[in-house]
């Protein structure tokens, strides 16, 4: 295994992603280092989580390859699932079980064994040590959130997948969220994370990709690229107040239309 | 850099825990599968002298192992493959059979508390009393009957998608069993009729349950069954994994 190879927690290659005749991911190809936070932007249905399904083995991609800490998805998918902490874009337990059940359930999965004060200090890690009987369904969006992250990052996974995490949460939990996540980073591990919040993405993101119709249309860090857009006549024309922000030149890269 | 797979047996040991939490959770509406098999022990009574114990409890403990294939075990998987239960599951490095064999085990045993409910309640009820060895044989040919219609189930949440759909197809199918169950044991509907159901899934499934009773009296027709039941419940289960998909889209 190559230095690049170590660094690169996340390698993805010429990825194609096809359902039925819809090609969904066509050749996207991008890589996340180690303590990196990536941000996939992209309107809705451009392809960011068909590009996660595939990282995470829920799809077969039709061809490229996917590295997860130097394992190939395919041919070690185990290997590679155990690497990654995922968070899907809609999140599910069985509604019979408790947090406090669904926190040992994962920690069991991941080979971990919870006793009562570890889950206690989980429980309080993200301030719902009372919430350990509620069930799941119970919870407000928020706390959901909060125990779907503590379940992701269980096994202090090399690489956190979030799909759209912040989406519903009011502005102070999203703010504990980026910090959650920022944490993440700290430790050296990476994280992957979509979002229509052009905000998050310049506020968490080191750098990001704009997705469009299955394809990357333009990576690097919030800065470079509203740097390096900023004097386009499309980007100007969608500007308010002389002010160029990086969701300008993200419509302007992908277009007003409304997608279907 | 290593990283280790987690072991197999602690993984399903989560599982297994989970899914007996879910199955005590739902108590109230397990408890239908046994309610159905003790009404009919309670009211066959009268059947006794005429068919004999055994084939008053075999009856009892098939429609209860349809319930459970068909409205415990499909039921629950449909509705959980609908709201990403599974997919949330097959993210982490588990074994994909383990998801399955855990749900499969609890249901197991579900059929084995129904044997024992019935067996009990025939002796309470009835004064039936079996040879000893009956029991244990009993035993295992329920699990035989349990596997093919757990794997009925299987094929039915395979096929179909939706869970609305799954559910009323299955409680079709139940109602068709008690049905043809009941009405094809007596000839009403003439001998043909009679053999399709003797060889039919509730057919083979009752009779080797009724001799297994008496294990003194098992012959050539009851081997018939057996290797009946057992290839049943290779097809169901073959088709229903290859028609399984374990997301909702
Ligand atoms: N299971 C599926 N079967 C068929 N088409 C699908 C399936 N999942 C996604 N698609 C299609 O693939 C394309 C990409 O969808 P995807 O869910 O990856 O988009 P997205 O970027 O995550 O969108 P959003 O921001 O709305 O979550 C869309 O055209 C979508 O309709
Ligand atoms: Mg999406």
Redesign the interface.
């Known amino acids: 295994m190559g230095e690049v190879q170590q660094k690169n927690i996340l390698q993805v290659e010429d990825l194609h992603v096809q359902y039925g005749q819809v090609q969904a991911v066509k050749n996207v190809s991008f890589y996340v280092e180690q303590g990196e936070i990536f941000g996939l932007l992209g309107p809705n249905g451009a392809g960011k989580t068909s590009t996660l399904s595939a990282i995470e083995g829920l799809i077969r991609q039709q061809s490229g390859t996917v590295t997860v800490a130097g394992y190939d998805t395919l041919k070690d998918s185990r290997h590679a699932r155990a690497a990654m902490g995922v968070q899907l874009q809609s999140t599910s337990f069985q509604p019979e079980l408790n947090v406090a059940e669904i926190l040992e359930l994962y920690a069991g999965i991941y080979g971990l064994s919870l006793n009562k004060q570890q889950l206690q200090a989980l429980l309080n890690e993200i301030n719902l040590s009372d919430a350990e009987n509620k069930k799941f369904g119970q919870l407000s969006g928020g706390q959901q959130q909060r125990v779907s992250l503590a379940i992701t990052t269980i096994h202090d996974p090399k690489l956190v997948l979030l799909d759209e995490p912040t989406s519903g949460l009011d502005p102070q939990s999203r703010r504990q969220l980026w910090s959650r996540i920022e944490s993440i980073r700290e430790k050296g591990n990476a994280v992957v994370l979509t979002t229509h919040s052009m905000e998050e993405a310049e506020a968490v993101c080191d750098r990001i990709s704009i997705i469009d119709h299955g394809r990357i249309i333009a990576t690097g860090t919030p800065q470079i690229l509203i740097d390096k857009h900023r004097n386009d006549p499309d980007v100007i024309a969608v500007s308010r107040r002389g002010k160029i922000t990086l969701e300008d030149v993200f419509i302007a890269l992908t277009g007003s239309a409304i997608r279907a | 850099?290593s990283?280790?797979?987690?072991?197999t047996p602690?993984?399903l040991?989560?599982?297994l825990?989970?899914d007996y939490?879910?199955l005590w959770?739902?108590r109230r509406g397990n408890i239908m599968s046994v309610l159905m098999p003790l009404i009919i022990v309670f009211s066959w009574k009268g059947l006794i002298p005429q068919f004999g114990g055994a084939f008053v409890l075999a009856n009892g403990i098939t429609l209860g192992i349809i319930a459970i294939g068909l409205m415990g075990y499909a039921n629950a998987v449909a509705r959980?493959r609908d709201?990403?239960?599974f997919?949330?599951?097959?993210?982490?490095?588990?074994?994909l059979w383990t998801i399955m064999a855990s749900r499969l085990v609890v249901q197991l045993s579900m059929i084995l508390l129904l044997t024992i409910v019935v067996f009990v309640a025939g002796y309470q009820l009835d004064g039936i009393l079996m040879p000893t060895a009956g029991y244990f044989v009993t035993f295992f040919v329920s699990l035989v009957g349990g596997a093919l219609y757990l794997s009925l189930g299987q094929a039915i949440v395979g096929r179909i998608q939706s869970p609305e759909t799954v559910n009323s197809t299955t409680r079709l199918i139940y109602l068709a069993f008690i049905m043809t169950g009941m009405l094809g044991q007596f000839d009403y509907f003439g001998v043909d009729f009679k053999r399709i159901v003797d060889w039919s899934p509730y057919g083979t499934v009752k009779t080797i349950l009724a001799v297994s009773f008496e294990p003194a009296k098992w012959n050539l027709h009851a081997t018939e069954a057996l290797l009946l039941s057992i290839g049943y419940a290779i097809i169901f289960a073959t088709l229903g994994i290859k028609w399984f998909k374990w997301?909702a889209k």
């Open positions: 850099m990283l280790t797979i987690p072991k602690a993984v040991a989560a599982l825990k989970a939490i879910v959770r739902n959980d709201k990403g239960v997919q949330r599951l097959r993210v982490s490095p588990l074994p997301g």
